[in-house]
């Protein structure tokens, strides 16, 4: 079956720290691959995605590269902001005659970026 | 930007009675929605895929009598949970499928449901 398995948080980093988010994933078929970033009170939003090997995504100063042969799409940043607390969702996509364009969700990774 | 919006944002109801849930696309019609359920640290697990104007399809383990979906116009779908039970307790969000934006799905601001 598809499942993301994601780093348990929480992370908690100071402002301009290095980010990694680690995801992985198995998957039937070939995948698109996502991350999704929820901050308080708010619905979830697409922060970037990739649909196929080799791809990056990018937004924000954050990037996951779509490694097929890792089944992996880290995710990164360089420098971290107070702004970007909140928790972050690794999740794929596989297409099919049942659930058309249903998302697997990984169990998120709260973030907190302190001063 | 599509927005979706959830209604209410939060219930809390009695054992044995039945709550609506409302899921709108605000500034896009969606064929296709989705109804998710999160539990307390883990993640967002897909209950039901709702098509416009024909049944929706539920998951494995998801019991259909109990979770009654109708997604009665291209931009409105709800969730009827009947008789609830405590253990129907958690948060449930919805997204909207854009044809428009190459399928992207849009999330509503889910909705906290408390059964005592």
């Known amino acids: 079956g598809n499942s993301v398995t994601q780093m348990e948080g929480p992370v908690t980093l100071s402002e301009e720290a290095f980010l990694t988010i680690n995801c992985t994933y198995t998957?039937?078929?070939?995948?698109?691959l996502f991350w999704y970033v929820q901050y308080p009170g708010e619905g979830l939003q697409l922060l970037l995605k990739?649909?196929?090997?080799?791809d990056k995504g990018s937004n924000k100063g954050f990037e996951a590269t779509y490694r097929k042969e890792t089944t992996s799409f880290h995710l990164e940043k360089g420098s971290v902001q107070v702004s970007d607390s909140a928790v972050y969702f690794c999740a794929l996509r596989v297409s099919n005659s049942n659930s058309g364009y249903a998302l697997n969700f990984g169990k998120g990774t709260s973030l907190l970026v302190t001063p | 930007g599509a927005v979706v919006s959830q209604h209410p944002s939060w219930v809390i109801c009695k054992s044995g009675t039945s709550v609506k849930i409302e899921c709108r696309s605000l500034d896009f019609q969606a064929t296709t929605m989705f109804w998710y359920r999160q539990f307390p640290k883990q993640s967002l697990m897909l209950m039901a895929t709702?098509?416009?104007?024909?049944?929706?399809?539920?998951e494995q383990g998801v019991e259909k009598d109990k979770f009654l979906i109708n997604h009665a116009s291209l931009t409105l779908s709800t969730l009827t949970v009947t008789s609830a039970h405590p253990e129907d307790s958690s948060f449930y969000i919805c997204?909207?499928?854009?044809?428009?934006?190459?399928?992207?799905?849009?999330f509503g601001p889910g909705t906290r449901l408390t059964v005592l």
């Open positions: 990739a649909t196929k090997a080799d």
């Open positions: 998957a039937t078929g070939y995948p698109s």
């Open positions: 997204s909207a499928k854009d044809r428009g934006r190459f399928n992207e799905q849009f």
């Open positions: 709702s098509n416009e104007g024909s049944k929706a399809t539920y």
